[in-house]
DNA sequence: ATATTATTAGTACATTTGTACTAAATTAAA
DNA sequence: TTTAATTTAGTACAAATGTACTAATAATAT
């Protein structure tokens, strides 16, 4: 049977996510796949190039997910943070080793430096409707929101990280802890409307 | 002029920092100390060996710099979450290959995991106190200040790599800015005389 | 059927790494 | 001063890694 790039992607982003990153070489990758390290870089002619290709899988997937995602409100907030720590647990061998890739890849790291700044300007505007439909409150301290924006995304970066340390490894129970974990971070700066609604949201969860 | 284990420690450190963990070997250490690899071997037999020193110089730093902090009510919290992140900072290298080295070396996540656990009774702690002083307000969602402090320690063990993305390299200039961000996520929870006290004490600072 | 292209296996090379080992040199002890 | 211990330099070794190269095989096109 004829190897695919598509394969060799699959079987990589496994042994990523089991090894990590560090601990899977080309011979392992080629190994799994029972083919020939010479096959494998045939298609892939560096690692990096492997990595890269799976990154921009998470990105394609990531973008989809927020497309997707278009309630209105709090639930927006949810389904988008759901579906984006489904997607980072897939890669999680990218989360875990995502300071190494940033430093390493400047591919990555200048993609990943305009999806932040897209990504800052959506949270933004989602945060100034949240505040004109009367459900968050408005800013008390100086860069009150811009501050809460950089501990979402730090979260959002690193939550994989830090399960897969304090909890021996990370399974994908602790997804939904997370999702939990992220979306109470916004509780307190919410209105009496923005609670109730935040209460009518996690009892429709339950269910 | 001969060589020491203290000077061993403070070079290495310094290389880790600026190269980063993997980019220095013990070559690396050994030419910069103007000695030979089999003396720096005969010092530390492994390069583990240097990387676990420096994780409990940092320690010994942290524990001292908390027990110092004994104030009362916003000002400790601040004053402790000032004295950590310079810490962090200062061993910065630790911080930026944080989840490589929970994964790869046993008895420093050995015991990483033991700090763990006694920085979330001191946190508890803390926040009963505050809650019963009247600062911060009771529990209105379950697991709240749990969650608060799992955001926490996440930010805490972090914020070094993000800031190391964000902001091309990190620097010194950056304490102050997490400093702040890791405090405003306490201010949506403070009481009215809380906040009072957040206010004062954010004048203080200025001074 | 033949020619061309794509795919595969196998191997080889250069580099790096941690660290073990030996012998010399230096320092401390007697 | 002689002996013992400590420290140093230099080297060597084994293992792993990314990846380039060559020749074979298989698939496709003409």
Redesign the pocket.
């Known amino acids: 049977?004829?190897?695919?790039k598509g394969k060799i992607l699959q079987v990589s982003g496994t042994l990523f996510n089991e090894k990590g990153l560090?601990?899977?070489?080309?011979?392992?990758i080629?190994d799994e796949?029972?083919?020939?390290?010479?096959?494998?870089?045939?298609?892939?002619?560096?690692?990096?190039?492997i990595i890269e290709a799976l990154y921009f899988e998470l990105v394609d997937n990531m973008n989809e997910a927020i497309a997707q995602a278009q309630q209105t409100g709090l639930a927006s907030i949810y389904q988008m943070t759901q579906a984006i720590n489904s997607i980072l647990y897939t890669y999680r061998f990218i989360m875990l080793d995502f300071t190494t890739i940033m430093r390493n890849n400047k591919k990555i790291k200048t993609h990943f430096e305009k999806l932040c700044e897209l990504r800052k300007v959506q949270f933004t505007g989602i945060i100034n409707h949240l505040i004109k439909t009367g459900i968050l409150r408005q800013e008390e301290l100086p860069r009150e929101y811009e501050f809460l924006y950089y501990r979402f995304q730090l979260i959002g970066d690193y939550w994989v990280s830090s399960a897969e340390i304090l909890h021996q490894k990370i399974a994908k129970k602790h997804i939904e802890l997370y999702n939990e974990i992220i979306l109470q971070s916004l509780y307190p700066y919410l209105t009496k409307k923005g609670r109730n609604e935040y209460h009518a949201l996690m009892k429709s969860i339950l269910i």
Chains 1, 2 share one sequence.
């Open positions: 049977m004829r190897i695919t560090s601990n899977v070489s080309m011979r392992t080629a796949l029972t083919i020939s390290p010479g096959n494998l870089t045939y298609h892939f002619r560096k690692r990096e190039d």
